[in-house]
């Protein structure tokens, strides 16, 4: 099995339904696998018929003809990962998912909230690249297990979260590149560059 980050890679959006391609010759069981999970079977087919698990499939129509092609469904950032596609053991292809991170500016006026989604279930960590003070400073501002929040104790009372992370009552030294990344491979799921400003003046 050759090393994931030799692997051809596809990119694509959050929500996306991407198709693995994989053309080759195989007249018995095709399996489609992750690399850090080689026994776990996501797709297969023989010439019989095709079994998959949620969110994946193959069809079988193709298979007969050459093609066993994997499509994964309503991609999500946990789907990022190493893909082979194998005849009986044997590797026929292999592929590097990466879902994209999301990137959005907010303007935002002093006093108001920040919203930002959070749109996976693993643990995820908020870190502040700060623009609004003097100097540009780094702070690592929450981290998020399931429903359980812990932050700095500078913006613990301000914070709340549901479904998103509520920070409250924003200042100017907010200003700056909040970073949402997943704490266990430190992928990047959001950034949000904000800009705050008072009522009536200029972002």
């Given at each position: 099995?050759?090393?994931?980050?030799?692997?051809?890679?596809?990119?694509?959006?959050?929500?996306?339904?991407?198709?693995?391609?994989?053309?080759?010759?195989?007249?018995?069981?095709?399996?489609?696998?992750?690399?850090?999970?080689?026994?776990?079977?996501?797709?297969?087919?023989?010439?019989?018929?095709?079994q998959?698990k949620?969110?994946?499939?193959?069809?079988?129509?193709?298979?007969?003809?050459?093609?066993?092609?994997?499509?994964?469904?309503?991609?999500?950032?946990?789907?990022?990962?190493?893909?082979?596609?194998s005849?009986?053991?044997?590797?026929?292809?292999?592929?590097?998912?990466?879902?994209?991170?999301?990137?959005?500016?907010?303007?935002?006026?002093?006093?108001?909230?920040?919203?930002?989604?959070?749109p996976?279930s693993?643990?995820?960590?908020?870190?502040?690249?700060?623009?609004?003070?003097?100097?540009?400073?780094?702070?690592?501002?929450?981290?998020i297990?399931?429903r359980?929040?812990?932050?700095?104790?500078?913006?613990?009372?301000?914070?709340?979260?549901?479904?998103?992370?509520?920070?409250?009552?924003?200042k100017?030294?907010?200003?700056?590149?909040?970073t949402?990344?997943?704490?266990?491979?430190?992928?990047?799921?959001?950034?949000?560059?904000?800009t705050?400003?008072?009522?009536?003046?200029?972002?």
């Amino acid at each position: 099995l050759r090393q994931g980050p030799q692997n051809p890679v596809i990119r694509v959006k959050l929500n996306e339904n991407p198709t693995l391609p994989c053309s080759q010759t195989c007249s018995s069981l095709v399996t489609w696998t992750v690399y850090h999970k080689p026994d776990d079977i996501l797709a297969q087919c023989n010439q019989t018929s095709c079994q998959s698990k949620e969110g994946f499939h193959m069809s079988h129509d193709q298979y007969l003809k050459g093609d066993f092609s994997l499509t994964i469904t309503d991609v999500e950032f946990n789907k990022s990962a190493w893909y082979t596609c194998s005849c009986s053991g044997k590797t026929l292809c292999d592929w590097n998912l990466q879902v994209h991170a999301f990137s959005f500016k907010v303007h935002v006026h002093r006093g108001e909230s920040l919203s930002m989604n959070v749109p996976i279930s693993e643990p995820v960590e908020v870190i502040l690249n700060r623009t609004g003070d003097t100097k540009p400073t780094t702070v690592r501002l929450c981290e998020i297990t399931g429903r359980e929040v812990q932050c700095v104790s500078e913006y613990g009372k301000r914070v709340s979260f549901s479904s998103s992370l509520q920070l409250k009552g924003l200042k100017e030294s907010d200003s700056g590149v909040y970073t949402i990344q997943d704490t266990s491979n430190e992928e990047v799921i959001a950034t949000y560059t904000v800009t705050t400003a008072t009522f009536g003046g200029k972002l």
